[in-house]
T-cell receptor
């Protein structure tokens, strides 16, 4: 069974710090990796995706992928209180939609 | 505006009633999905459809039914057989095929409460 694991948190960081969110997955055949942000009471919003080993940066967000270790992470630099949300890691095992697995999410709290 | 719409935003159901949640997308996506989210929990897949007139059960399909008569629409019916339906229901869609990575995009959700 394909599994995606995340620490449930809450992860608390002070404003301005770097928040580091981690995700591990079970299947080495995984192809694509996504990070979603979900504010309380709202639907998930796609914020980052990464396909190749290494880092991908987009503004204050950096996604890191290490396929050998089956590990993907999201770094949020200069964390703001508005970053407080639950972050969902998702893994796609193919391009056809039926093997797209979400992790349980990590709740992030950025303290002013 | 391209996107995914869900209606209603809030829905109240009496015990023993069937209710239908609407999901429409104008993104020309092939695949559509229904998820259930309980408070403080992750997403659980109810049903998904990769093509019109075809759909597959997800992890928690019991007590739910769907149809996919049009590419744009994927309604979910919560039947009276679903004993604990109070939850946040999310519809998503994605492209499929070699030119995509399969990322899913979500509608705003429907919050269902059993009275």
């Amino acid at each position: 069974q394909k599994e995606v694991e995340q620490n449930s948190g809450p992860l608390s960081v002070p404003e301005g710090a770097i928040a580091s969110l981690n995700c591990t997955y079970s299947d080495r055949g995984s192809q694509s990796f996504f990070w979603y942000r979900q504010y309380s009471g709202k639907s998930p919003e796609l914020i980052m995706f990464i396909y190749s080993n290494g880092d991908k940066e987009d503004g204050r967000f950096t996604a890191q992928l290490n396929k050998a270790s089956q590990y993907v992470s999201l770094l949020i630099r200069d964390s703001q209180p508005s970053d407080s949300a639950t972050y969902l890691c998702a893994v796609a095992y193919d391009n056809y939609g039926q093997n797209f697995v979400f992790g349980p999410g990590t709740r992030l709290s950025v303290l002013p | 505006d391209g996107g995914i719409t869900q209606s209603p935003k809030y829905l109240f159901r009496k015990e023993g009633q069937n209710v239908t949640l609407s999901c429409e997308q104008n993104l020309n996506h092939d695949a559509m999905y229904w998820y259930r989210q309980d408070p403080g929990q992750g997403l659980r897949l109810i049903y998904y459809s990769q093509i019109v007139n075809d759909f597959q059960k997800g992890d928690i399909a019991e007590g739910y039914s769907v149809s996919r008569e049009k590419k744009e629409s994927f309604p979910l019916t919560v039947t009276s057989a679903q004993k604990n339906p109070t939850a946040f229901y999310l519809c998503a869609s994605s492209m499929t095929g070699r030119t995509t990575r399969g990322e899913q995009f979500f509608g705003p959700g429907t919050r269902l409460t059993v009275l």
